[in-house]
C-alpha cells in the first residue's frame, strides 16, 4: 500500500523539524502537515490552503498516550472514544492544555485531537515525537486528497515535500466528536460510524442523525468545479440526467449506493475526475443514512452546497 521508503519518511520528518510543509498521507485523506508547536510553520498550513484563520486544526499524534499532553483534562467520553478508536479516523475536541497554540485552535478553549491509523503517518508522527497541525491538503472548499498526486495536482510547489502514502484507504475524513459536553456531540460524520460512536458512549451522544456541525463546515466544501445534484431516488437520477443530457451539458451519474467502504474510497477521486472530464453536472444518488453512509451523505450535501 505505501510507497514511501525509510528514507522518504526520515526527509518528511527532516522538513517538519525545520518549519516545513509535508502532504502527509493518512488512512482518511492526505493532511498538510506542520509542527503544531511552531506558529511560523502552522501559519503556512493557512497560508497555503487560503484557510481563514478561524477554522482550528487536528492536531496528531502518534500515541493516545500523548493526548494528555495535549489536553488540560481528558474528559471521560473522549477516554473511551480514544481507546476503542485509536489509531483510527477518530478526533476528539477536548479542553486544550496550555503550551497549545492559538493559531492551532483559532483562539479557542478547545483543541482537536486524533491518533492516525495509516503506517506512513504513524511512522512519521513516532519519529517527530511531538504534535502535528494537518487540515486535509486541498485548497479551502475543494476537495479533499486521497493519493499523492492529488496534493500535487492542487498545490504544486506551494508543499516543501510530499510523502507517497498510496490511495487512502478510508477515503473521507475522521469522525470528529466534542467531548467537552454532555453528552457528547458529533460534530462531523467520517469514517468511524456515528453508531458505533452512540454505542460506545452508550447513547450518551448527541448528532448522531443529524447533519454535520463543525465549525468551518459551511456550505460548499468539498466542492468540484462542477455542479453537484443529489437524490434520493434512481428514478428522480435518471429523469435528471436526461434532462441534463437534453439540454446539450455533460453529465456524470455517480451511485453512491454500492458497498459503503468502497463508495467512501472512492468518493473524492470520482468528484476529481468529473472536473478532469469536464462533466458539468454531477447527478448523484445518495446512499441510506447508515454506517459510512452518514459520512459519505455528508460529503455529497456539501459537494451540492447545501448544508
Ligand atoms: O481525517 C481527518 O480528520 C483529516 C486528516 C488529514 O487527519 N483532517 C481534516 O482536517 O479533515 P480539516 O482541517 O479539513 O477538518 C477539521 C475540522 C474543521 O471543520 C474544524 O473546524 C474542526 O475540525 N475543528 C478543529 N478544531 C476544532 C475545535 N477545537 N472545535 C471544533 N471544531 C474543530
Ligand atoms: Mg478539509
Known amino acids: 500500500m505505501s510507497a514511501a521508503s525509510d528514507d522518504d519518511i526520515d526527509t518528511a520528518v527532516d522538513v517538519l523539524r525545520h518549519g516545513g510543509v509535508v502532504g502527509l498521507p493518512t488512512e482518511t485523506v492526505y493532511g498538510l502537515a506542520a509542527n503544531a508547536s511552531n506558529e511560523a510553520a502552522v501559519r503556512r498550513i493557512f497560508a497555503i490552503k487560503r484557510r481563514p484563520t478561524d477554522h482550528p486544526l487536528i492536531v496528531h499524534l502518534a500515541t493516545a498516550g500523548q493526548l494528555e499532553q495535549w489536553a488540560s483534562s481528558v474528559p471521560a467520553s473522549a477516554a473511551v472514544l480514544a481507546e476503542a478508536c485509536w489509531p483510527g479516523p477518530l478526533t476528539v475536541i477536548v479542553p486544550r492544555a496550555a503550551h497549545v497554540l492559538d493559531v492551532v485552535t483559532g483562539g479557542r478553549t478547545t483543541v482537536a485531537v486524533r491518533v492516525p491509523a495509516h503506517p506512513v503517518a504513524n511512522a512519521v508522527l513516532q519519529r517527530f515525537g511531538g504534535g502535528v497541525a494537518a487540515p486535509s491538503a486541498n485548497r479551502f472548499g475543494q476537495v479533499s486528497p486521497t493519493t499523492a498526486d492529488h496534493v500535487r495536482a492542487d498545490l504544486g510547489a506551494d508543499v516543501d515535500y510530499v510523502l507517497d502514502g498510496g490511495a487512502s484507504p478510508v477515503g473521507v475524513e475522521s469522525t470528529i466528536v466534542d467531548c467537552t459536553v454532555t453528552p457528547a456531540q458529533i460534530l ?30 459551511l456550505a460548499s466544501h468539498y466542492a468540484p ?11 428522480d437520477v435518471r429523469r435528471r440526467a436526461d434532462a441534463v443530457r437534453a439540454a446539450g451539458q455533460r453529465v456524470t451519474v455517480l451511485d453512491a449506493t454500492g458497498d459503503s467502504v468502497v463508495v467512501a474510497q472512492q468518493l473524492f477521486g470520482w468528484l476529481r475526475r468529473a472536473d478532469d472530464d469536464d462533466v458539468d453536472v454531477v447527478v448523484a444518488l445518495l446512499p441510506r443514512a447508515t454506517g459510512l453512509g452518514h459520512a459519505i451523505r455528508d460529503r455529497l450535501f456539501k459537494a451540492a452546497g447545501l448544508g
Open 188 to 217: 462531523r460524520p467520517g469514517g468511524i460510524p456515528n453508531e458505533a460512536i452512540d454505542r460506545l458512549l452508550s447513547g450518551g451522544v448527541e448528532g448522531s442523525r443529524g447533519p454535520s456541525r463543525a465549525s468551518g463546515m
Open 225 to 235: 468545479r462542477a455542479q453537484v445534484e443529489v437524490f434520493e431516488s434512481a428514478s
